[in-house]
């Protein structure tokens, strides 16, 4: 089992989608990547933390690829968006790997090389080193399962889902 901790926008998004995929066995919603020491939800939301919102993907190598797990990253958001996803704006919705040590790094490097092609340039992802990370309140966990009928996971959530179940297709999870 592999460990990914990836930020590309609200974590809802993130987590909506890596749950979809066969071999994640595990998705948690969280904050790394600032200084504040066990960051809420609300404190996060001021931008002033340096914290983004993240998640961290437990997956079976066996069963899917790392590639598939980052090329999904760069599929289900736009790392061209410096700080932002859509409406979501500030630093807390970065687009972001942390990675936990130097064989991550260079899995990282390899998938941004892959998305550059791909998005035609311009990526503004960052690669930091993973530090502590806060797991988001209860709440926050798997989301979008909870509230399917909520305005923004229909407007937001559905389509990135929708986008890399289609292009995942062999590896999307079979009910």
């Known amino acids: ?11 809802w998004c993130l987590d909506a989608v ?3 995929l066969d071999g994640v066995s595990d998705v948690v ?15 996060v939301c001021t931008g002033t933390t340096g914290h983004a919102e993240a998640v961290a993907v437990t997956f ?3 069963v899917i690829p790392a590639s598939v797990i980052l090329d999904a990253f760069f599929t289900l958001h736009d790392p061209r968006q410096l700080n932002r996803q859509g409406a979501d704006v500030g630093t ?13 790094k260079q899995l990282f490097e390899a998938a941004l090389e892959r998305a550059a092609e791909i998005w035609d340039g311009g990526i503004v992802t960052t ?9 988001a309140e209860d709440y926050h ?5 909870k509230n399917p009928g909520q305005g923004y996971c229909l407007a937001v959530a559905v389509p990135k889902v929708n986008k890399v179940r289609k292009a995942f297709s062999e590896y999307v999870r079979v009910a």
């Not at 089992?1 to 974590?11: E, N, Y």
């Not at 690669?127 to 797991?135: A, K, N, Q, S």
């Not at 966990?141 to 399962?145: G, S, V």
């Open 127 to 135: 690669l930091e080193p993973l530090g502590e990370f806060y797991r």
């Open 18 to 20: 890596y749950r979809t």
């Open 1 to 11: 089992m592999q460990t990914f901790v990836l930020a590309g926008g609200c974590f």
């Open 60 to 62: 079976d190598e066996s």
């Open 141 to 145: 966990q798997d989301f979008f399962a």
């Open 29 to 43: 919603s969280g904050y790394t990547g600032g200084t504040a020491v066990a960051p809420s939800y609300e404190l």
């Open 92 to 104: 807390q919705y970065r687009s972001a790997m942390f990675y936990a040590d130097d064989e991550q």
